[in-house]
């Protein structure tokens, strides 16, 4: 089963950060927070993942909490393509999907 | 980042007959392969693990002789839909596990399966 709980859906205005939350208060020691996006009718795309410290590259950056409870994604300028649904999964061993968050990006 | 191709893309098939679906790590060797299924608005759904050179491990409730799983080699794993029924029409997608320095999971584009 998941062990994270996302927003339904969040919306953004073009050109302003996108800041995604996600909550995973069961995680254990060594288990990455994973993220990724889903554009309708395709595979899910990687985005990023971290352990504690955060993490960023060229797509977002992730900000883990200290206890490791809890993160948020960060979409830097979302753009009108950046309308999917965004995945946080916790993982050890394998991929259990939660629903997801529906971001909506707003002209 | 790494890609993984799946063949074919979609496909319609009779009810009652059998459907193959390949999975490739393209530029990369996956020891571990995983298939999902993904219902109309609903999230992906593990079906299974796929392990090279052994037999693959089913999540519950998936009937492992309805979805049989080979793992040929390293690059290249296949699900095959047994007497496939219309319940079984899904968007089915396949995951290569890449084992480098931050070890993750690329997805392959997805197959959609009709079956009438």
């Known amino acids: 089963d998941a062990k994270t709980t996302q927003p339904t859906s969040m919306d953004c205005a073009e050109g302003r950060a996108a800041n995604l939350p996600c909550n995973h208060s069961?995680?254990?020691?060594?288990?990455?927070v994973y993220w990724y996006r889903q554009i309708h009718s395709q595979g899910p795309q990687y985005i990023i993942h971290g352990l504690k410290n955060n993490e960023t590259n060229e797509m977002a950056s992730l900000i883990i909490t200290e206890d490791r409870k809890s993160s948020t994604l960060i979409l830097p300028h979302a753009t009108l393509r950046d309308t999917a649904v965004y995945y946080c999964i916790v993982n050890f061993n394998k991929f259990y999907f939660g629903s997801g968050t529906k971001l909506n990006v707003k002209p | 980042g790494a890609v993984v191709s799946q063949h074919p893309s979609w496909v319609i098939c009779k009810s009652g007959t059998s459907v193959k679906i390949e999975c490739r790590s393209l530029?990369?060797?996956?020891?571990?392969m995983f298939w999902y299924r993904q219902f109309p608005k609903q999230s992906l759904m593990l079906m299974a693990t796929s392990n090279e050179g052994s037999k693959a491990t089913y999540e519950q409730g998936v009937e492992k002789d309805k979805f049989l799983i080979n793992h040929a080699s390293l690059t290249l794993s296949t699900l095959t839909v047994t007497s496939a029924h219309p319940e079984d029409s899904s968007f089915y997608i396949c995951s290569a596990r890449w084992g480098g320095p931050r070890e993750t999971q690329y997805f392959g584009p997805g197959t959609r399966l009709l079956v009438l």
């Open positions: 069961t995680i254990s020691g060594n288990e990455y």
């Open positions: 530029d990369f060797q996956a020891t571990t």
